[in-house]
């Protein structure tokens, strides 16, 4: 078929050397790559096959048409005048049109709608910049009557050379392919990097064999397509004998669904999940795989530790980090993927904070690259027991997604309350009543449940409890000394509190003491970014798995709690719901040190056994003002009826026994029935905040289905759409002579290395809105010191609770 007409248009314009591409080729560029990546895909022509009821090679051919069309938005004078010369060369000078604001992407469809039909999958392709405005009023445009048709015509020929080149006899009439919007937004980015400015005609079929082999050649260079090369957990891990839920991978079905991993901390899950994952992805039921996880801090974690693992799978293909501050781990420098967080999710190895996941879920631009990176993949969420109702509206909707687009979805916990467990295995259709612990449920496409129990017990662990009674939840002198003197006999000690001034308050009090010579180091999430990163790389040195032993005290924040390999003698904790204390205990005697023949530094004989502290309130004081009874806790936990019951259960413990205090406790704890003898103002206040995290799930839920003009991708307020009630702000932080960490404020890495996140209480400053950011100066604005950022009333609190 000729493109008389077609050829007179132009894509690509290269003002530096006047060069241009023109329409044709540009598309086939586009083609060529989307054609080649589905090609080398194992699943993501299965998966569209499926959603659409149509044999491999039929829809293949679907969307190829489809991403063909892409750019049809650019056959209009109004694009074509955006380089007035070139369109007078192409088209004739003779012509008049006059300018105007133009989107070609959203034009697209528009023209698309009105000349051919209305489209799922047009409007999927044509939103390939991020997004399709599909409300826009419709206009043709302000031109000679005989340009105006020229375009009609233009646009008819292309879709009819399209229909032809993938032998479609009409236009299929589909419903929107779950993969099609970011394969095309890639294909798209990727084929105008391979353009090759082709301004005259040439025999398109020369011309799209030429393309193949280029963007084969791109497309191996950018990581984005790679074959695994074993899979399983022997090959992965064959020096190690598979134990406890590891031993139970060979039982479980090899088909895409839903898998729930209910094991103890420190038992293997993360294994787990590698393993299983890579043989679902060796029986083509994926491409890759995306992990997510709740912090910075344990993406980072995870990040370190997966590296051998992932060179066995694709010894060919980098591992991405995406979150907030991935380029202080990582820098650009390491190519295509690693150069924004969304494209992090397009390669065979991804690690994540779980918001740059949940913005898949939001209305934002180029939300369909995340979905695409995780739909194509296995995602891995860990400790999925963290999150608040208003995520877990989020995390629903992700999950739905990867079920509509027959994806495959792990998910890992220690302490997963049981009506958390029913709302994640409704995504898939499924339900379960086996409360064995350990477990595995999986969930197929069909809902179909299975799970798998270990045959034989586990070996247990038995941690001794203590309760320090504190009405601030804070040690006293005494217990202060306690912790001093077993770190300076040798012991590892940690202390976890559930705010930040907390944790500045004990670290304070801790070195008014008479320390004896021991360290004492500070983590938590408010210091500047390039201090955190040195903390942190401090914190796994001294107190992770290969750490030397030496006697330490570290006071954190919930930084520690979750996927850091940290390993402590013993451990102080302010109370928090049972879960989190549970979680918090997978930080203490998590490696055997004593066994003949390791290598790993030996245990202090300063602690002859595991011993878990909880700071609590006396029983009576919170009796008698149950709302502020567990301040500043109740603050981050806000249930205060689980905050009681954990409260209860602690009382009279002298040990835990794991792994099967996990299921008694949490059940019995997070039982939604009132227990007896419990108060009515208990039960009124537990009403009142199942009321209020309803309310969020439901804000969340609203949040995915907004139709107003969405936030670009990389604006910084994208994440806080993620958190309820975690409203941060960037803050960057200035001494007198610039930079607090030096660099240029207009150099984005040397300005993330002096910024902290902060919430709207503590941040100040003047805001950029250029960067959506605050500039605050050290001592004028904002406190801060080798205590991180810090309230200017955390001096009073010290002397008050020094005297």
């Known amino acids: 078929m000729k493109l008389n007409n077609v050829n007179k248009y132009w894509a690509k314009y290269q003002k530096e050397d006047d060069q241009y591409h023109l329409f044709t ?97 047009m409007a999927a392709v044509a939103g390939h910049h991020g997004h399709c405005d599909k409300g826009m009023k419709y206009f043709l445009p302000d031109a000679d009557e005989e340009l105006v048709q020229l375009d009609i015509s233009a646009r008819k020929q292309w879709v009819e050379f399209c229909l032809d080149l993938f032998d479609l006899e009409v236009i299929p009439d589909l419903p929107q392919i779950s993969c099609l919007a970011g394969l095309c937004s890639v294909s798209d980015w990727r084929g105008s990097s391979m353009t090759n400015f082709t301004q005259s005609p040439v025999d398109n079929k020369s011309y799209y064999s030429d393309a193949l082999l280029r963007a084969e050649e791109v497309l191996k260079k950018d990581g984005l397509i790679g074959k695994i090369k074993g899979s399983g957990f022997d090959y992965l891990f064959g ?42 992805i060796s029986a083509g039921l994926a491409d890759g795989i995306v992990f997510g996880l709740p912090t910075q801090a ?88 963290a999150f608040d109702q208003y995520m877990y509206a989020l995390i629903t909707k992700i999950l739905q997604g990867q079920h509509d687009a027959y994806s495959s979805v792990i998910l890992l916990s220690a302490t997963l309350p049981v009506h958390l467990k029913d709302q994640l295995l409704n995504t898939y259709k499924g339900e379960s009543n086996n409360n064995a612990y350990p477990l595995v449920t999986h969930v197929e496409m069909n809902g ?76 938590h999430a408010r210091f500047a970014m390039k201090d955190r990163q040195r903390i942190e790389k401090n914190v796994l040195k001294n107190y992770g798995k290969e750490a030397i032993r030496k006697g330490r005290l570290l006071i954190a924040t919930q930084v520690i709690e979750q996927s850091l390999d940290l390993d402590f003698d013993v451990l102080v904790s302010q109370i928090a719901p049972a879960e989190f204390l549970m979680q918090r205990m997978g930080r203490l005697w998590r490696h055997d040190r004593n066994l003949p023949n390791s290598v790993l530094a030996v245990r202090s004989e300063a602690i002859k056994e595991p011993l878990f502290i909880t700071l609590c309130p006396s029983l009576e004081d919170v009796e008698k003002c149950l709302p502020t009874s567990y301040t500043p806790s109740s603050y981050v936990y806000q249930n205060i009826r689980v905050l009681y019951r954990t409260h209860l259960y602690l009382i009279g413990l002298k040990e835990w026994d794991f792994p099967s205090c996990y299921r008694v406790a949490i059940d019995k704890i997070h039982d939604e029935e009132p227990h007896k003898g419990e108060s009515s103002e208990l039960s009124e206040i537990a009403i009142k905040y199942e009321n209020e995290q309803s309310g969020k799930f439901y804000a969340a839920k609203n949040l995915t289905h907004s139709t107003s003009t969405p936030l670009s991708d990389v604006d910084p307020r994208c994440a806080l759409l993620t958190r309820d009630g975690e409203m941060s702000l960037s803050v960057v932080l200035f001494n007198e002579d610039g930079l607090l960490h030096g660099g240029d404020y207009d150099t984005q890495a040397d300005r993330e290395d002096s910024t902290v996140s902060l919430s709207r209480k503590y941040a100040k400053g003047s805001l950029d809105t250029d960067l959506h950011c605050l500039k605050a100066v050290v001592g004028r604005d904002i406190s801060y010191c080798a205590l991180g950022v810090f309230d200017e009333g955390l001096e009073e609190k010290f002397n008050a609770r020094s005297d």
């Open 25 to 121: 080729y540009h598309c086939l560029d586009v083609v060529a790559v989307a054609d080649v990546w589905l090609s080398n895909s194992s699943v993501l022509l299965k998966q569209a096959a499926k959603q659409i009821e149509l044999d491999v090679a039929t829809t293949k051919r679907v969307i190829l048409f489809f991403v063909a069309i892409h750019d049809l938005g650019k056959l209009d004078a109004r694009f074509q005048s955006f380089v007035p010369e070139l369109r007078g060369r192409l088209q004739g000078s003779k012509y008049e049109v006059v300018k105007e604001a133009y989107q070609h992407g959203t034009y697209g469809y528009l023209h698309f709608k009105k000349e051919f039909c209305s489209s799922a999958n």
């Open 239 to 280: 020096s190690y004998k598979p134990r406890g839920i590891q031993t139970l991978l060979d039982s479980l079905p090899v088909k895409a669904g839903l898998t729930i991993v209910e094991a103890d901390t420190g038992s293997g899950k993360t294994e787990f999940a590698l393993s299983y994952a890579s043989t679902l």
């Open 298 to 385: 344990t993406a980072n974690g995870l990040f370190g530790r997966i590296g051998n693992a992932a060179e066995k799978l694709f010894p060919d293909m980098a591992v991405t980090l995406a979150h907030g501050h991935s380029k202080y781990v990582i820098s650009d420098e390491n190519g295509f993927l690693h150069q924004s967080n969304k494209r992090a999710f397009l390669g065979s190895m991804s690690v994540a904070t779980i918001d740059q996941i949940l913005m898949g879920a939001l209305g934002i631009k180029h939300q369909f690259i995340r979905s695409f990176g995780t739909q194509k993949s296995v995602l891995i969420l860990d400790e999925i027991h």
């Open 448 to 523: 179909e449940v299975s799970t798998f129990e270990l045959s034989s017990k586990t070996t247990n662990k038995k941690i001794k409890s203590e309760i320090w009674v504190s009405p601030d939840l804070l040690p006293n002198k005494e217990q202060i000394k306690r912790l001093i003197d077993w770190s300076s006999n040798g012991a590892v000690v940690g202390v976890i509190c559930n705010t930040v001034i907390d944790a500045q308050l004990l670290y304070k009090m801790v070195l008014e003491q008479d320390i004896k010579g021991v360290e004492v180091d500070l983590f």
